[in-house]
C-alpha cells in the first residue's frame, strides 16, 4: 500500500491503515515508536518494584506511569474509534490486550495510597502484561508454532507420561524420606520430582536417606535421558517442514509444486519434469 | 460398535463392552466417568498427605476414602464377572494394577489408628499407583515407546558407558575431596557425580578444593556435551521412522518402494500409482 | 567355533580360547563368572569407603577383597601364561587394566594398618578401576564412538570456542561481584562460568550484585542455547551414518554396496541396478 | 608458499608473511610459539587473581607480565610495520584484540601500588582478554557460525518469545511470593525466572508458597520442554548443510545436481561424471 491510495481514503480510514498495518511508512513509524513506548513503560514498571528506587525516585515514576497510561489509553480508543468494527476488535485478543494495558494502571493510579495495599500491588504489577502487546511483533514466530503444532500431540501425551512418572516418583519419595527429611508432603514430593526430572536442581529438598539418593539417581538419570523424546520430536518435525520446503520444484503442466530431488516426472500428472539427451540409456 | 449390536447381547456382554472398549458412546461415558474418579482420589491422596489438612479435614479425607475404594472394589468385581477369561485379566497388568489400586486403601483403613504407623503409612500412600489406571489413556505413547524401543539397545550401551564414567568420576572425587569435605564415601560421591554429570547440581555437595573443581568442571562439561549423544540417537531413530512411514507405497511396474505422500505417478518410470476419475489432469 | 575344534587343541591353547574369546560355550561362561565376580568386588570396594560399615564388618570386607585379589591375581597369571604373545598382552590396554586391578589391592593389603594413611587410602580406591575390566563387555558401543569419532573435529572447536566463552565470562564476572561476593579468583570465577553456562547450578557461588545477576542471566541463556550445537553435530552425524546405512544395496557389476534411494544405474560402473519394463515413457 | 620464494622477498616482505601467514614453516613455528605465549600469559593472569599466590609470589608475577608485555608489545610493533597497509591493520578486529593484549598491562604496571585500586584491578583483569588472541585458531568453528546463521533469524525469534515468557512468569511470581520470600522486586524475578527456566537452578531464591511451587513447576516444565527448540532448529540446519555439501556435483548430460559423494556415474541417466583410467571396471 502506497502513500497516494493512503491520500484518497478519509481521515478515519487513514488512522485505522496506520495503526492497524505496518505496509506503509507512517504505519512502520508508529509501529517503532510504539515499541519504543511499551519497552520504555516496561522498565518503569520494573524499576517500580525495587524499594530503595520506588523509595527515592517515587513521585517520578508516577508521573511517568500517568504519562504512559494516558498514551495506551489514548490509543486503546483511537483504535475503537477507527476499527470499522469496533466490537470485533474489542472482544479479539490484541483488544484485551489493549485493555489490560490501560485498566491496572488506571486503578492502581486512583488508589496511589490505599490501605488494600496487596490487591493493589498485585493489580499495579499486572501491567507487566503490557509485554504482550508486543506480541505482534513476534509475528515470525509462526513458523515455529506450526512446527509445535504439528509435535503438538505427540508432545502432550509426552507431558503426560512424564505427568505420571513424577507422581509416582514423588510418592515413592515421600514414603521413602518422609516429613523429618523435608518431604512433607506428596504435593511437595512431587514439587522435588520435577525440580529433579527437569534437572533443575534447586537443592532447597534434597535426600538424605541412602534410599533417597539411591531413587534421586534413577529420576535424575530418566530426566537426563528423556530429556531426547520431545527434542526428538520437534527435531524431526522441524526438519521434515524444511525437506518439504526444499524440494519444492513445480511441475509445468499441472501445478502439483513439491517433488522428490531426482524425480524425473511429476508424481502426480507423469509430464516429464525436463528434458534428456539420451532417455534412460546407459552408457 | 453401534448401539444396535450392542441390544443384542446379554446384559454381561454388554457390560463388559461398555468397561472394557471405549468403542460405544456408553463405553466412552464410563472411561470419562472413571478418568474423573481416580483423579479426584489422586487428589484425595495429596491431600491427605499433607499435615495440616489431615488434622483438619481428617474424617472427610477417609470417608472420601472409603467411597473411592468402595468404587473402584466394584470396578474390580464387575471387571472379573463380566470378562470372558477372568483369570488371564486378573493375571494382566492391569488386572494387577486394578487389585493395587483398591488393596492398599483396604488395609490402611482397616488399621486406621494402628501403631504400626509407619508401614501403614507406606502402604497408605502406595493408593497413588491408581495413578497407573491412567495407562490406557496414554494409548497413544505407543509409537513413542515404539521409537525407543528401536533405539533401545543403543541407549542400554550409552546408560553403561555413563554409569562405568561416574563410578570412575565419583571416587577419583571421593580421593581428592575426602570426607571432610562432604564425599564421605564411594557411594556418596557416585551420588555427587550423578547429580552433576546430569546437570541437575543440587548443591548438597560441592567440591571445596582446587583439585576437585577442576576435576568437577571435567564431569560437567561432560555431561553437558553427551546428553547429545541419547538425543541424537532417539532423533535420528524417530525421523528414520516418519520418513519411513510418510513414503512407504511400493510402483507396481518398476520396483521403486518409496514415493512422496499423495503421489499419483510413480516418480521413476511414470506408471499411474492408482487410479483416478480424470487422469493426469491437474485438479 | 565349537566344542570339536577345542577338544584337539592342547590344554593351554584351549585356556587360551576359553579365556581371551567369548565364542565358545566354556568361554562364555568364563566371562558371565568373571563379569559377576568384578559387580562384586565393586560392591566391596563400594562398602568399603563408608566409615560405619567399614568398622563394624572391616574384618568381612578384608576378607572379600583378598579372596576377589588372589581370583584377579591367578586369572592375570593365567592370562600371561596362556596367551600365545605374553609380552604383547602385558602391553596392551587391557593387560594394564588387569594388572591394576591387581596391584592397588596388593599394595594396600601389605600396609593395613600403614602410618601412611593418606596415601594407602588413595590407592586402596584405585581398586575401583576395575570398572574397567568391563570394557570389554561394552563392544557395542563402538558404534557411538563411531559417530563420535565423525564429529571429534567439530566437538573439539565447539568445546574450544565455549573456553573461551568461559574464560572471558568468568574473568568479567570477577571483575564484576569480586572477591567480597564469593568469585574470590579467576579460576574460581571461571568454575562459576563452567557451573552456570552447562545448567548445573549448583548455588555454592551465586552472584550478588544487579550487574552480576544481569551477566549471569547471559550467561545461563547462551548455556540453554548453545547446548544446540553439540547435540545438533552428534545427531546429524549419527542421522548421516543410518541413512547411508539403509541405502545398503549391492551393484549386480561391481561391488559397490550403496547407492542413493532411487538410483537406477549404478553409480560407479553404470550398470542398470533393474529392469524396467518401458524404460522411462511417460504414459 | 615455500621457503625458496620466501628468499626473494625483501626483509620486511619476508617478517610479514611470516607473522600474518601460517603456511610456510617459520609462519607455522612463529605461531605456535605464539599460542604458547599467550596460554601463559593467560595463566599468569589468572594465578595473579589468587590473593593468597598473589602475596607470596607477587614479585614473580609482575616480572613475568612484564615479559609477557614486552613481547606482545613487540609482536604489535612489528605487525604495524611489516603490513603493508598498517592503518588497515590497526584498526581491524585482530588489530584491536593486539592493542587489548597490551594496554592494560601497560597501566596496571605503571600504577602497581595506585590508591585507584578498584579501576586498576579492573584494568589489569582486562589482561584476559588475550585469550581473544587465540581467535584464529578457532578458524574451523566458522562451519558453526554458517550453520548458526543460517538460523539466525528463528533462533532470536525464539529467544524474543523465551524473554517474553521469562517476563511474564518473573512478574507472577514477584505477585504470588512477594519480596518477603526473597523475589525482593520483578528484576530479581525475572532472574530467577531464568535461572529455572534455562534448567540452571541455583537454589539461592526458590518459591516458599504452595501457589508459587505450582507456577515454578510450570516453569521448569516449560523449560524442559522448549529447549528441543533451539536444538530442533540447529540439528536441522546443520543436517541440512550437511546433506546438500556431500551431494554437490551436477550430471553434464541432465541436469541432475546431487549426487552420491564419489558417484562416478550419474545415477538417473548413466553419464560418467567424470574420466578415469579404466572406465567402468570394477575395482
Redesign the interface.
Known amino acids: 500500500m502506497d502513500n497516494d491510495s493512503l491520500k484518497t481514503m478519509s481521515w478515519r480510514e487513514r488512522l485505522y491503515v496506520i495503526i492497524f498495518f505496518t505496509n506503509t511508512p507512517a504505519g512502520k513509524r508508529f509501529d517503532t515508536w510504539l515499541l519504543v513506548i511499551i519497552l520504555a513503560s516496561?522498565v518503569v514498571?520494573?524499576f517500580d518494584?525495587?524499594?530503595s528506587f520506588n523509595e527515592r525516585h517515587g513521585e517520578l515514576l508516577t508521573n511517568l506511569e500517568w504519562a504512559f497510561t494516558a498514551i495506551f489509553a489514548v490509543e486503546y480508543l483511537v483504535r475503537i474509534y477507527t476499527h470499522p468494527e469496533p466490537r470485533k476488535y474489542i472482544f479479539s485478543f490484541y483488544g484485551a490486550v489493549d485493555l489490560l494495558s490501560v485498566l491496572p494502571a488506571f486503578i492502581a493510579l486512583l488508589f496511589p495510597d490505599a490501605q488494600y495495599l496487596l490487591v493493589v500491588?498485585?493489580v499495579r504489577?499486572?501491567r507487566?502484561?503490557r509485554?504482550?502487546k508486543?506480541?505482534p511483533?513476534?509475528s515470525?514466530?509462526n513458523?515455529?508454532l506450526v512446527?509445535?503444532q504439528g509435535s503438538r500431540?505427540?508432545?502432550i501425551?509426552?507431558?503426560?507420561?512424564?505427568t505420571?512418572l513424577i507422581?509416582?516418583y514423588g510418592?515413592l519419595m515421600?514414603?521413602i524420606e518422609g516429613?523429618s527429611n523435608g518431604f512433607?508432603?506428596?504435593?511437595?514430593s512431587?514439587?522435588w520430582a520435577?525440580?529433579?526430572?527437569?534437572?533443575?536442581?534447586?537443592?532447597?529438598i534434597?535426600p538424605h536417606t541412602?534410599l533417597g539418593?539411591a531413587l534421586?539417581?534413577v529420576v535424575?538419570?530418566t530426566?537426563?535421558?528423556i530429556?531426547?523424546?520431545?527434542?526428538?520430536?520437534?527435531?524431526?518435525?522441524?526438519?521434515?517442514a524444511?525437506?518439504q520446503d526444499?524440494l519444492r520444484h513445480a511441475c509445468p503442466?499441472?501445478?502439483?509444486l513439491?517433488?522428490?530431488?531426482?524425480?524425473?516426472?511429476?508424481?502426480?500428472?507423469?509430464?516429464?519434469l525436463?528434458e534428456?539427451?539420451?532417455?534412460?540409456?546407459?552408457?
Open positions: 516496561l514498571v520494573m518494584s525495587i524499594a500491588r498485585i504489577m499486572l507487566i502484561f509485554v504482550l508486543l506480541t511483533y513476534l515470525q514466530a513458523f515455529l512446527a509445535l500431540q505427540k508432545i501425551v509426552f507431558l503426560l507420561s512424564v505420571t507422581i509416582v510418592t515421600y514414603v516429613p512433607t508432603s506428596i504435593p511437595m512431587i514439587y520435577v525440580v529433579t526430572l527437569t534437572t533443575v536442581g534447586f537443592g532447597d534434597v541412602p539418593k534421586a539417581t535424575m538419570i530426566g537426563y535421558s530429556i531426547a523424546v520431545p527434542t526428538g520430536i520437534f527435531t524431526a518435525e522441524l526438519a521434515n524444511m525437506r526444499s503442466t499441472c501445478d502439483k513439491t517433488h522428490e530431488p531426482n524425480a524425473a516426472f511429476c508424481s502426480r500428472c507423469g509430464t516429464q525436463f534428456r539427451p539420451d532417455r534412460g540409456a546407459p552408457t
